[in-house]
């Protein structure tokens, strides 16, 4: 992967219940929307289905006027089963998750996408620098 069309995140694990400092994470954030407005999305439980609840998944953990502006600006995505049905395969992406099921890997690899896929790992407090980081490395 030379660039990113697109940049997909999945919530819990990633942006909240992380041990990452919430700076780093909004910091992770911040960047996503001055660099790729318009390519962020959703890909979470609380955004599938047709329903959007990411508002209600992140009150409370960041402050209200950066939540607003998350709802506002990454844009939904809709999906049932699998988080992969969301993605646009064609597209050069990442995927930030803490999570991948081995179905959906075989989605990745059938399509030849597996390296869009961008482990995070709650645990780590540097992790959303590293995710910042990785990010950098495609600056437009």
């Known amino acids: 992967m030379e660039k990113i ?9 990633v942006i909240k219940g992380v041990a990452s400092p ?3 994470v909004i910091a992770l954030l911040r960047y ?14 609380h955004c599938r289905s047709g329903e959007n609840h990411t508002d209600f998944a992140l009150r409370g953990e960041f402050p209200n006027d950066l ?7 990454i844009l939904p995505t809709d999906w049932e089963v699998l988080k992969t049905d969301a993605i646009d395969l064609d597209s ?4 930030f998750d803490d999570n991948l099921f081995e179905t959906e890997r075989m989605v990745l690899e059938r399509n030849y996408v ?8 709650p645990k ?8 910042l980081d990785f990010l950098k490395k495609f600056e437009k």
């Open 5 to 13: 069309d697109k940049i997909y995140f999945d919530i819990d694990g």
């Open 22 to 24: 919430q700076k780093d």
């Open 32 to 45: 996503c929307l001055d660099n790729y407005l318009g390519s962020v999305y959703w890909l979470t439980t």
């Open 67 to 73: 939540v607003d502006e998350l709802y506002d600006k």
């Open 92 to 95: 050069d992406f990442v995927w």
């Open 114 to 121: 597996l390296d869009g896929f961008f482990k995070m790992n």
């Open 124 to 131: 780590d407090h540097e992790m959303a620098k590293k995710a």
